[in-house]
């Protein structure tokens, strides 16, 4: 390992896992994964990922899907700090990457408030792995100049709590994370503040991973084709017209003239 990628006694790194294809992993994640003692895993890192870590060192399971059996975040907390604690070099493995919608702020602060040494490693997120796989941009110039990282996890029987008109700018590519179940309700928000029924959706379940599918759709269609379509996979969805398929023309403009 080279001298900058060191992992010392007691240390913990939030590495970001990226989207489940292992060649989208970085190579400080894979000598970060070779150099730890024990790694803590969420349930989105795939197995291809977890078939990399060595076998003498120590794996956890720490859950983490919506609606499935997980730790809870507390206990996860404490988990990381007794690891290193113990003087034990720490890997906590995240999907995606750590920062966005990763709860790593609340690891980091728990473990720096007990003094240990915390390090993040990005990785890559959902959204990119989304777009590329899809041949697609999340900005394009002139077009959207505006892209938003929205999750749409709410409290059980609670409604989303997220500010739909500035949502729903024409000129913005959202990147929804966790918004397989609430799809019906942000289509019907966006469409009633005002984004247009036709506007472009993408809809991307285990991004990057062998089992890959994508859904190009339209807002006003959205939560059909989220309905019919889609598995238990993660699953992101963009929409904007950046994410439309570039082959087909947007609009045809029909002229329509007075009688004379
Ligand atoms: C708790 S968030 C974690 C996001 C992660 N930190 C990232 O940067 O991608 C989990 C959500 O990310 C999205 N997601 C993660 N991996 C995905 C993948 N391979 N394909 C599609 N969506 C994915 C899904 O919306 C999933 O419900």
Redesign the pocket.
Known sequence: MPSETRIASGEVWLV?AG??DPELLTLKAIRLIEAADVVFY?A?VSADILALVPSRVRRVSVG???GRHSRKQEDINEDLLAAAQAGLRVVRL??????????SAEEAAHLRAHGIVVQVVP?????S??AASAGVSLTLRGEARRLQFI?A?ARAGEPLDLDWRALADPRSTLA?????AAAPEIAQNLLRAGLAAETPALI??????AC?RRFSTRLDLLALAVQTAVGD?????LIGSAVGDRSIPRSVKIRVQAEP
Not at 176 to 180: D, E, K, P, Q, S
Not at 204 to 209: H, I, K, L, T
Not at 233 to 237: H, M, Y
């Open positions: 970001g989207p489940g969420d989105l983490k899907r919506s995240k999907g995606g990457d750590p920062s966005i919608f990763g709860r990785g890559i997120t959902a959204a792995a989304a999750t996890h929804i994370y966790m918004g397989r991307v379940e285990n991004a990057s991973m890959e996979g993660p699953t992101l969805l």
